[in-house]
């Protein structure tokens, strides 16, 4: 089976800080990659290398079987990667509702995204994307009045409406009350079931939360995978408890 993404010798450095070196990796269809490592250690560069937001220096990126290492993020995102943030990307000031539709104008190539995006369709394909993200609720409320949980479960329904190949969730968990955050990574997960060919690469810093939800975790340490395996192989390893998880303490 051909694998979704491939990732060949990529490297990127800044100025004298080597922020990836030679990361090699390959996702499947319906793979739930969890990457976990210190700040700094590279996640971020990996996802932003993925996206466009980043260009690597040496190394090639491919999304089935397509290279992608020199797009734009928009050609990217076109292509079939989607994205959430840390901090969610949304129009505060619009409903939820709102915000889905632009999201799906921006999907079809609408310019005028509220007048041309609010037809019986669309609205019907925000509201199951709602409904999946148990967000229905909420349909009209402005963005600015949700809790910080909900606003992030609503940019992941909103990068949803691509139908990507890939989605990729930078800390989804990130900013929630401890008690809230299993019950919404419990929400992303069921929600992402109705997509069960989607990998996913979520970056997240709670090994609990990798151990539930992850089949597969990649361990990153100074710009290099130090581990990538199955999460009780990946959380057993000492590298991976001295400098990931802090349980060995550094010689």
Known sequence: MQAILEVHGVA????????????????????????????GAGKTTFVNMITGYLKPDEGKIRLAGTDITHLT?????????AR??????LFGELPVLENMLVALACRDGRSSFLRSGRDSRRVGQADDLLRRFRLLEHRDRRVSELPGGVRKLLDIAMALTVRPKLLLLDEPTSAVAADEKFQMMETIMSALQEDPDTPVLFVEHDMEIIARHATRVIAFYSGRIIADDVPGAVLAQDDVRRYVTGELSVE
């Open 73 to 81: 993020p928009r050609a990217i995102n076109a292509f079939g990667v």
């Open 84 to 89: 959430s943030f840390q901090i969610p990307q």
């Open 12 to 39: 990127k450095r800044f100025g004298a800080v080597v922020a990836a070196s030679d990361i090699n990796v390959k996702v499947g269809p319906g793979e739930r990659v969890g990457l976990i490592g210190s700040n």
